[in-house]
């Protein structure tokens, strides 16, 4: 028995020794060859070095650099991108979009940014829908589905084996049956719950396509936890698009025993700018099945408004794949270029230090800073570090709110009753640098001004996080919030 004990003994000390020594090694690669925030730094050095074995996993779950960005480059489409692009920003900068220059010339350098460095078309011909209810939004979007005629390209981040499923899966197959081709993209570790027996058996049927982002090295051993394919993105017949927060699953239509109704936003887009949607699938599609659907040029002209809208609008996208981080950049500018008010809506908020920082300021200049947050957690350790970074800004001066009718699930943010921009990345570290997400900014003054009022109808449902009571707060609070915001940058 004491030899037994002296072997475990021996095999502990060489596990810990060796885990000492990886996580050094992962310290020198950490400092010298990741281009990485200051603060996520040290906070990776502090879990590495003060809890060696679980900072060991951490790192090798959710630190390493596994992306070949070489992969995600789609020559295809640059070219064509290339030329347009040259085109729309020389219109831009002389103000020939064919419409009033005093109805965006104050954003032109917001235009000019997403078209440099995320080739964002603009496209001023475009009708949008908000929906706030889950119910609305799917049965919205079973109706476009059954209207199909040419194809549906439907990429989710969750898409669970329920009963929304079932219904729209449904529609699908009968689709399907017509000939309309249909391709269904999904995201690994977000259906890590949804057996890939299901999404093999929806591609039995003729006309029906499955592939999975970042594929699970065994079922259950996701060596990619980050760099996941968080976009929400449907595309009908490059007529109708939809993009926003909800994912498919029966929580999202209030069948949630754990947050009750679910408050989240969505887009229905008709007009030039589903095409940028399209392209947006397309390359995520091309990326994970190995198929080039950009031989089929038919599927990527661009379609007019059914409503004859007029909505100026950029698709922007960003992920670990881009040097930019487009959709933060957008949020930091829009930020800087308030004057009078800036609403934000989001489940989690973990601002990097520009952005907390330009919100500070917007605050103390004067700016109306309204953040809604949720008033129960779905990862308590994200929620008291958002907790904290909230407070900061209600000390300041910020108006901050947390939703009590359910879940906050909503993403994005309007500013100055001018410009907004929504989808499907939360305000977050994780969301600006480690996920692969899509957002639409509009620059339309009445639909900007539709969203503050839809903000401002769920302040009725919103308790106001008061200044006092903030500062009143328990010291294991204090505490608990300080520990959560010291390892936030790696959250």
Same mark, same amino acid.
């Given at each position: 028995?004491?030899?037994?004990?002296?072997?475990?003994?021996?095999?502990?000390?060489?596990?810990?020794?060796?885990?000492?020594?990886?996580?050094?090694?992962?310290?020198?690669?950490?400092?010298?060859?990741?281009?990485?925030?200051?603060?996520?730094? %040290?906070? %990776?050095?502090?879990?590495?070095?003060?809890?060696?074995?679980?900072?060991?996993?951490?790192? @090798?779950?959710?630190?390493?650099?596994?992306?070949?960005?070489?992969?995600?480059?789609?020559?295809?489409?640059?070219?064509?991108?290339?030329?347009?692009?040259?085109?729309?920003?020389?219109?831009?900068?002389?103000?020939?979009?064919?419409?009033?220059?005093?109805?965006?010339?104050?954003?032109?350098?917001?235009?000019?940014?997403?078209?440099?460095?995320?080739?964002?078309?603009?496209?001023?011909?475009?009708?949008?829908?908000?929906?706030?209810?889950?119910?609305?939004?799917?049965?919205?979007?079973? &109706?476009?589905?059954?209207?199909?005629?040419?194809?549906?390209?439907?990429?989710?981040?969750?898409?669970?084996?329920?009963?929304?499923?079932?219904?729209?899966?449904?529609?699908?197959?009968?689709?399907?049956?017509?000939?309309?081709?249909?391709?269904?993209?999904?995201?690994?570790?977000?259906?890590?719950? !949804?057996?890939?027996?299901?999404?093999?058996?929806?591609?039995?049927?003729?006309?029906?396509?499955?592939?999975?982002?970042?594929?699970?090295?065994?079922?259950?051993?996701?060596?990619?936890?980050?760099?996941?394919?968080?976009?929400?993105?449907?595309?009908?017949?490059?007529? #109708?698009?939809?993009?926003?927060?909800?994912?498919?699953?029966?929580?999202?239509?209030?069948?949630?025993?754990?947050?009750?109704?679910?408050?989240?936003?969505?887009?229905?887009? !008709?007009?030039?700018? #589903? *095409?940028?949607?399209?392209?947006?699938?397309?390359?995520?599609?091309?990326?994970?099945?190995?198929?080039?659907?950009?031989?089929?040029?038919?599927?990527? #002209?661009?379609?007019?408004?059914?409503?004859?809208?007029?909505?100026?609008?950029?698709?922007?996208?960003? /992920?670990?794949?881009?040097?930019?981080?487009?959709?933060?950049? *957008?949020?930091?500018?829009?930020?800087?270029?308030?004057? &009078?008010?800036?609403?934000?809506?989001?489940?989690?908020? @973990?601002?990097?230090?520009?952005?907390?920082?330009?919100?500070?300021?917007?605050?103390?200049?004067?700016?109306?800073?309204?953040?809604?947050?949720?008033?129960?957690?779905?990862?308590?350790?994200?929620?008291?570090?958002?907790?904290?970074?909230?407070?900061?800004?209600?000390?300041?001066?910020?108006?901050?709110?947390?939703?009590?009718? /359910?879940?906050?699930?909503?993403?994005?943010?309007?500013?100055?009753?001018?410009?907004?921009?929504?989808?499907?990345?939360?305000?977050?570290?994780?969301?600006?640098?480690?996920?692969?997400?899509?957002?639409?900014?509009?620059?339309?003054?009445?639909?900007?001004?539709?969203?503050?009022?839809?903000?401002?109808?769920?302040?009725?449902?919103? !308790?106001?996080?008061?200044?006092?009571?903030?500062?009143?707060?328990?010291?294991?609070?204090?505490?608990?919030?300080?520990?959560?915001?010291?390892?936030?940058?790696?959250?």
């Amino acid at each position: 028995m004491a030899e037994i004990s002296g072997i475990f003994a021996e095999i502990g000390k060489f596990i810990w020794q060796n885990i000492l020594i990886l996580d050094m090694i992962f310290a020198i690669f950490i400092v010298f060859f990741q281009r990485k925030d200051p603060k996520s730094i %040290w906070a %990776w050095l502090l879990l590495l070095y003060f809890i060696p074995i679980v900072g060991f996993v951490f790192y @090798i779950l959710f630190g390493l650099n596994l992306l070949n960005k070489r992969r995600f480059r789609i020559k295809e489409i640059e070219g064509r991108i290339s030329n347009v692009i040259h085109d729309r920003y020389d219109s831009v900068r002389e103000h020939k979009l064919g419409i009033d220059p005093g109805d965006y010339a104050d954003d032109s350098d917001l235009m000019l940014y997403n078209l440099a460095t995320c080739d964002s078309e603009i496209t001023d011909d475009n009708d949008v829908s908000f929906f706030t209810d889950g119910n609305e939004k799917f049965n919205a979007v079973i &109706e476009d589905i059954l209207n199909a005629r040419e194809f549906i390209h439907m990429e989710y981040y969750i898409i669970r084996n329920d009963e929304l499923m079932d219904r729209i899966s449904e529609a699908l197959i009968k689709k399907a049956a017509e000939g309309v081709k249909v391709r269904i993209l999904y995201d690994a570790m977000g259906c890590r719950r !949804t057996p890939t027996s299901y999404f093999k058996k929806l591609s039995k049927h003729e006309n029906i396509s499955t592939s999975v982002f970042f594929p699970a090295f065994f079922k259950w051993v996701h060596l990619r936890v980050n760099y996941r394919n968080h976009r929400k993105i449907l595309v009908i017949d490059n007529r #109708v698009g939809y993009v926003g927060g909800f994912n498919v699953g029966k929580e999202y239509i209030d069948k949630s025993k754990r947050f009750g109704h679910w408050r989240d936003t969505h887009m229905r887009i !008709t007009g030039s700018a #589903v *095409n940028e949607l399209n392209i947006r699938f397309t390359l995520d599609w091309n990326y994970a099945s190995q198929e080039n659907l950009f031989e089929q040029k038919e599927n990527f #002209v661009p379609k007019p408004s059914e409503h004859g809208g007029n909505s100026l609008m950029q698709i922007i996208s960003s /992920g670990p794949d881009s040097s930019n981080e487009a959709i933060r950049d *957008n949020y930091l500018r829009m930020i800087h270029k308030a004057k &009078e008010s800036i609403y934000i809506q989001t489940p989690y908020f @973990i601002p990097d230090g520009s952005i907390r920082s330009a919100l500070l300021i917007a605050v103390r200049s004067g700016v109306d800073v309204n953040i809604m947050i949720p008033c129960k957690p779905d990862h308590p350790f994200v929620y008291w570090a958002t907790y904290s970074y909230v407070g900061e800004l209600v000390m300041a001066g910020a108006h901050c709110y947390t939703y009590d009718a /359910g879940f906050l699930h909503a993403k994005g943010m309007i500013v100055d009753s001018r410009i907004l921009c929504y989808g499907s990345a939360n305000f977050d570290i994780r969301s600006f640098t480690l996920n692969f997400e899509v957002n639409a900014v509009i620059f339309d003054r009445h639909k900007a001004s539709e969203m503050e009022q839809i903000f401002k109808d769920d302040l009725k449902h919103c !308790t106001p996080i008061i200044r006092s009571d903030y500062a009143a707060r328990s010291l294991w609070l204090r505490f608990r919030e300080q520990f959560c915001r010291l390892f936030s940058p790696i959250l």
